[in-house]
């Protein structure tokens, strides 16, 4: 497909290699009682809230945190993980995400996802590993890949810095604050950031939920004025679409500026005092 890196494995390769020594499959779904349904055969959980947010102040994991967060679950610094989930993956990308935060170094993703396996007819469990706890050292947290509130301020103030919304076109355009069956964790305002394109997240994915050619990507991003030349930084609504987008122009198309901001359309459109726009804008 010509990505930038290998950090695609198929359904095939997981169900080959996912019981491998040194190999780590874990399920992050935004829905999470569909873990306990049925799920790849010796995969984890990982919690997208009760195990990648702080409880109290809305921020990811502090580094001893994480590293306990690993280790029990048995992944050590040289573990190839594996992450897969609902939705097109919209959270294994922003666990992925997560783990390069912290500087794990091999992470991959099963394209296609939950769903895709599940269409192929594979094998699905309902058993709940155990592994054995390990030790885990992590790296200091990279903010190389992420975007602060305050970053976005200086990036809508002097420009030079491309910014991507991630949503559907209602809510970039301001038709909707969050979308149907989400509004109780919507911001106060609706629009989008200034001088934002948008870009939906699902214009990236195939109608199997696998990830578009690279060809295909570059095109799309470029047609948008998205290039590599400039820095890039995703938003969508809490984080994780925009993670799947951070995803698709770091990993896979290898653009070398890349951030996800996390805090996203609910932190800026409740923020007093910063700009927002409505309609379609910037296409």
């Given at each position: 497909?010509?990505?930038?890196?290998?950090?695609?494995v198929?359904?095939?390769?997981?169900?080959?290699?996912?019981g491998?020594?040194?190999?780590?499959?874990?399920?992050?779904?935004?829905?999470?009682?569909?873990?306990?349904?049925?799920?790849?055969?010796?995969?984890?959980a990982l919690?997208w809230?009760?195990?990648?947010?702080?409880q109290?102040?809305?921020?990811?994991?502090e580094?001893?945190?994480?590293e306990?967060?690993?280790?029990?679950?048995?992944?050590?610094?040289?573990?190839?993980?594996?992450?897969?989930g609902?939705?097109?993956?919209w959270?294994?990308a922003?666990?992925?995400?997560?783990?390069?935060?912290?500087?794990?170094?091999d992470?991959?993703i099963?394209?296609?996802?939950?769903?895709?396996?599940i269409?192929?007819?594979?094998?699905?469990?309902t058993?709940?590993?155990?592994?054995?706890?390990?030790?885990?050292?992590?790296?200091s947290?990279?903010?190389?890949?992420r975007m602060?509130?305050?970053?976005?301020?200086?990036?809508?103030?002097?420009?030079?810095?491309?910014?991507?919304?991630?949503?559907?076109?209602a809510?970039?355009?301001?038709?909707?604050i969050a979308?149907p069956?989400?509004e109780?964790?919507?911001?106060?305002?609706?629009?989008?950031?200034p001088?934002?394109?948008?870009?939906?997240?699902?214009?990236a994915?195939?109608?199997?939920g696998?990830?578009k050619p690279?060809?295909?990507?570059?095109?799309?991003?470029?047609?948008?004025?998205?290039?590599?030349?400039?820095p890039?930084?995703?938003?969508?609504?809490?984080?994780?679409?925009s993670a799947?987008?951070?995803?698709?122009?770091?990993?896979?198309l290898?653009?070398?500026?890349v951030?996800?901001?996390?805090?996203?359309?609910?932190e800026?459109g409740?923020?007093?005092?910063?700009?927002?726009?409505?309609?379609?804008g910037?296409?």
């Open positions: 497909m010509g990505y930038a890196r290998e950090v695609l198929s359904t095939d390769w997981v169900e080959r290699h996912g491998d020594a040194g190999v780590v499959v874990a399920e992050v779904d935004e829905n999470t009682d569909l873990y306990g349904e049925g799920h790849v055969p010796g995969a984890l919690h809230r009760a195990d990648l947010q702080q109290v102040v809305r921020d990811v994991v580094q001893p945190e994480f306990a967060l690993l280790g029990g679950k048995g992944i050590a610094a040289d573990t190839t993980v594996v992450l897969y609902d939705k097109n993956n959270f294994a922003y666990a992925y995400w997560y783990l390069k935060l912290y500087g794990h170094a992470v991959r099963m394209d296609g996802g939950r769903q895709k396996w269409d192929e007819g594979r094998e699905l469990s058993a709940t590993p155990s592994p054995p706890r390990c030790a885990y050292t992590a790296r947290r990279d903010d190389s890949i602060r509130r305050d970053q976005v301020r200086e990036v809508v103030a002097g420009g030079g810095h491309r910014l991507v919304d991630v949503r559907s076109p809510e970039y355009a301001g038709e909707l979308p069956g989400y109780q964790e919507g911001a106060q305002r609706a629009g989008h950031i001088g934002a394109a948008s870009i939906p997240w699902a214009e994915v195939q109608d199997d696998t990830f690279a060809d295909d990507l570059r095109a799309l991003y470029a047609g948008r004025g998205i290039t590599p030349d400039a890039v930084t995703a938003y969508c609504r809490i984080g994780e679409r799947h987008t951070w995803f698709v122009l770091h990993e896979l290898g653009y070398p500026d951030r996800n901001y996390d805090g996203s359309w609910t800026w409740s923020l007093v005092d910063v700009p927002i726009e409505i309609g379609l910037r296409r």
